[in-house]
Nanobody, 114 residues
Framework: QVQLVESGGGLVQPGGSLRLSCKASGVAFSRYGMGWYRQAPGKERELAAVIFSSGSTNYADSVKGRFTISRDNAKNTVYLQMNSLKPEDTAVYYC????????WGQGTQVTVSS
């Protein structure tokens, strides 16, 4: 049974930081491309960042220079370090695992507000 469990969301002021974690179980984690997607109210889900099994990364233009995705294969965990947060970063953040099959986590809410 595949499970992706996100954590680390919450309320933060503009300019603040958060680190999201996604722990995977039931998959050969090191083989999977892992991504963080986000969905704001009334908007479609969009890619924020992805890290491939090789360790290479890609970022949406809107988060480049502020977000950093990383993975620890020994812990079956992918992280998203979010700095200089803006109100427009407010969304539910979802973890995604892809290698042939695609799996999603349940999401964690990030709210950036003063």
């Amino acid at each position: 049974q595949v499970q992706l469990v996100e954590s680390g969301g919450g309320l933060v002021q503009p300019g603040g930081s958060l680190r999201l974690s996604c722990k995977a179980s039931g998959v050969a984690f090191s083989r999977y491309g892992m991504g963080w997607y986000r969905q704001a109210p009334g908007k479609e889900r969009e890619l924020a960042a992805v890290i491939f099994s090789s360790g290479s990364t890609n970022y949406a233009d809107s988060v480049k220079g502020r977000f950093t995705i990383s993975r620890d294969n020994a812990k079956n965990t992918v992280y998203l370090q979010m700095n200089s947060l803006k109100p427009e970063d407010t969304a539910v953040y979802y973890c995604r695992a892809a290698w042939g099959n695609v799996y999603w986590g349940q999401g964690t809410q990030v709210t950036v507000s003063s």
